[in-house]
């Protein structure tokens, strides 16, 4: 006899419940080892299970057990996958496309052109020759160990992923710092975006595209990694000082003018912070992405935990850490320019 | 009066809540600001409003925080809302305006200056004081010489090319008035435009505004809550308590009349010697006068007549006006004009 039968007869479901014959379908664990053990469990008060979906299912078969939720969740996806294929594939051809020909592109330049294109980037970007130099200095050392091709492929698909976000991020942050429902409405969605585990997110992905496609981790970067620079671009355009906006307004600015005259420059400082953070978020996710077939430094991690590799996974571990500092330092860089400009 | 009118404000309401029209009917029913507060949840900002400001006249507008002051100031060019209430500009209500004819009357007929000064900080001085005409799409170019003009007016000359935190607070509120002054509007709009300022480069600031305002007769709507500035600025005085117009008129009339303890209380602290001009306290006649210990201007004030008289109280001026007489001014009055004596000899004193 189950725990919870008297809910079942109590309340008249017994009918329902299609008799007495508790123990049809699938037998949860512990009723299994009852039955073999052969004894009547008279359960005590202390052991009393909580009236979970099993426990329940235990006196009432017709109750359904906790698994087929689980499988009623999957069936549920399948279901609408291909529908979603239709609408989800097309809209993110354009990304694989990106990502292919990135990948590509960064390949393609020979070393002695992508270096110092790379260090003339950071300078411009950074105003700073001793910056420039640290930017050749690391790449000519990941190329001297033989890691110049991995290095690439990971730049190649931060920088199309990172752009991706500032594209999509900051319009979305400038929607939410124009509207408060709007912003009440995102809030939940980056909160949730931002502490759901990226494997969480991988597996409907994984089912939704073929492991092969590039879009698959492009797509699993861009949404762990675009939260900072939506927040910051919300937060930014908010704190611009309400006294500013009032002079714009009072002397006869549109909404259009006030925006890209105003806003926009004066939320720089916070949006330029929040480009930074997704530049490293990006990092962060490239080396999970691996697991999904993105190339890179990322692989080569992978490698050395699949096969104990320690010093490939130690290597490339200090080589994403070396990209890391790279990028941060370029745009932290930028942001101090920004600074100082204003203040 | 004879002068022009160029801003009037008509039963002017405003009540920040979120019902304020049902709050309105309450207002009309004669609940006070603090009893609306408690009872209903919403804040009294302005209640029945009537200023007529007059045409290339400064207007000043006192009261202390809280008073309602820059919520007034901010219905001039509909930065905020009425709740009830109609504002000429013109003769023309602007509450009708739609949002092209708003924008119009903000780029070219009203400009204004702001308590913390409010400059774009990615742009330069230059540019700050050309904001209206690149609001209308002109390049820097076409408007450099007349922001350039400006800034040199207002004693900035050769600091174009800075940024505004390379400046000091006095400094960037010369910008802001520059700003105003490039967008050739003949009303000018100033919340508190002192305010942030050190007593010493106040007083510079007021002075310019003074030698601006005798070249350019702007329409001037000052906010303070000082009432020695209010006084050396004021043609016009309006004198705000709790969202409404306790007294309004001449100052100097204000001062010797005060309508209440509220205004009482304001002006009891003042050196009126400094303050109050031979015009207010003479007694008015053009017929001449035998005996005369000399004449004075209508406009000098009363400290530099007693020093004239070396205290003597037995003394009679002849009180002249671009050479003419028009008053005569007695010590024995003057003097009594000086202590903020009982409302009912005053009031007898200036009738
Ligand atoms: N947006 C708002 N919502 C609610 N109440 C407001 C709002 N703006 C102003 N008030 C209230 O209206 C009243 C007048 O405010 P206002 O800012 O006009 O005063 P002020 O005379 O300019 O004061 P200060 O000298 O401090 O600048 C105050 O009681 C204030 O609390
Ligand atoms: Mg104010």
């Not at chain 1, 725990?3 to 419940?17: A, N």
């Not at chain 2, 505004?164 to 008035?177: A, E, F, K, Y």
């Amino acid at each position: 006899m189950a725990t919870y039968d008297f809910v079942f007869d109590g309340l008249g479901l017994r009918e329902w419940c299609g008799g007495d014959d508790a123990g049809g379908g699938l037998m949860s664990m512990d009723a299994l080892l009852s039955e073999t053990s052969g004894e009547a469990t008279e359960v005590s008060a202390w052991d009393t299970p909580f009236p979970s979906l099993d426990a329940l299912n235990e006196a009432c078969p017709a109750m359904p057990q906790s698994r087929d939720l689980t499988s009623g969740l999957e069936n549920g996806f399948l279901a609408i996958k291909d529908g979603l294929q239709v609408v989800v594939d097309p809209l993110t051809q354009p990304l694989s496309w990106a990502l292919t020909n990135a990948l590509w592109l960064m390949q393609a330049v020979p070393w002695w052109l992508m270096i110092p294109i790379l260090m003339i980037v950071s300078f411009a970007v950074g105003r700073s020759l001793k910056l420039a130099g640290l930017v050749g200095l690391s790449f000519a050392f990941l190329a001297f160990i033989d890691y110049y091709d991995y290095t690439m492929q990971t730049l190649a698909i931060i920088f199309v992923c990172a752009f991706i976000c500032v594209l999509f991020g900051v319009p979305i942050g400038i929607a939410m710092a124009r509207n408060d429902k709007v912003q009440r409405g995102m809030i939940p969605v980056l909160d949730m975006l931002q502490t759901l585990p990226p494997f969480v997110y991988l597996i409907p992905l994984i089912f939704l595209f073929s492991v092969t496609e590039p879009k698959l981790y492009g797509i699993a970067i861009i949404l762990y990694a675009i939260v900072p620079v939506v927040r910051l671009t919300d937060l930014g355009i908010r704190m611009v000082d309400k006294e500013v906006i009032e002079a714009a307004d009072a002397f006869g600015m549109t909404e259009r003018q006030k925006l890209f005259g105003v806003q926009i420059p004066l939320a720089l400082p916070n949006i330029m912070a929040g480009v930074n953070q997704t530049i490293m978020m990006s990092l962060a996710m490239v080396v999970i992405a691996s697991l999904v077939s993105a190339p890179g430094l990322g692989v080569l991690v992978l490698r050395g935990i699949r096969s104990l590799e320690l010093g490939v996974g130690l290597v490339s571990g200090f080589g994403i850490v070396l990209l890391a500092i790279i990028l941060d330092r370029v745009t932290k860089a930028a942001l101090a320019r920004i600074n100082a400009s204003q203040h | 009066m004879t002068d022009e009118i160029k801003i009037s404000i008509r039963n002017l309401y405003k009540i920040f809540g979120d019902a304020p029209e049902k709050a309105l009917a309450h207002v009309h029913a004669g609940m006070s600001k603090a009893d609306l507060l408690e009872q209903e949840n919403h804040v009294l900002g302005l209640n029945d409003i009537n200023v007529d400001m007059p045409a290339g006249k400064t207007t000043v507008i006192m009261g202390l925080s809280g008073s309602g002051k820059s919520t007034l100031i901010r219905h001039l060019n509909r930065l905020i809302e009425p709740t009830a209430g109609e504002v000429l500009v013109d003769g023309d209500n602007i509450l009708t305006y739609n949002a092209r004819q708003l924008r119009d009357l903000r780029q070219h007929r009203m400009s204004m200056v702001f308590q913390k000064f409010a400059l774009l900080p990615h742009r330069t001085v230059l540019e700050n004081t050309g904001l209206a005409p690149s609001i209308e799409g002109k390049k820097t170019r076409a408007y450099a010489d007349e922001a350039t003009k400006w800034l040199d007016r207002v004693g900035l000359q050769g600091l174009g090319d800075q940024y505004p935190h390379q400046l000091s607070g006095g400094m960037q509120q010369r910008v802001g008035i520059a700003r105003a002054l490039t967008s050739n509007s003949d009303i000018m709009l100033m919340d508190e435009a002192f305010s942030a300022l050190d007593p010493l480069i106040r007083t510079d600031m007021q002075d310019l505004l003074i030698d601006l305002q005798a070249e350019l007769h702007k329409t001037i709507v000052f906010i303070t809550h000082d009432l020695d500035e209010a006084l050396k600025l004021a043609d016009h005085l309006v004198i705000l308590k709790d969202g409404f117009v306790v007294q309004q008129g001449e100052p100097q009339h204000i001062l010797l009349n005060p309508a209440d303890p509220y205004i009482e209380d304001f002006v009891g602290d003042i050196n009126r010697a400094r303050v109050l001009r031979t015009r207010s306290v003479m007694e008015k006649t053009e017929a001449p006068v035998e005996g005369l210990d000399g004449e004075v201007d209508h406009d000098d004030t009363l400290e530099s007549v007693i020093s004239m008289a070396e205290g003597d109280t037995n003394r009679h001026y002849r009180v002249m006006r671009d050479g003419r007489q028009v008053g005569v001014l007695h010590m024995r009055d003057l003097v009594r004009a000086l202590v903020p004596s009982e409302r009912g000899t005053d009031r007898a004193l200036a009738s």
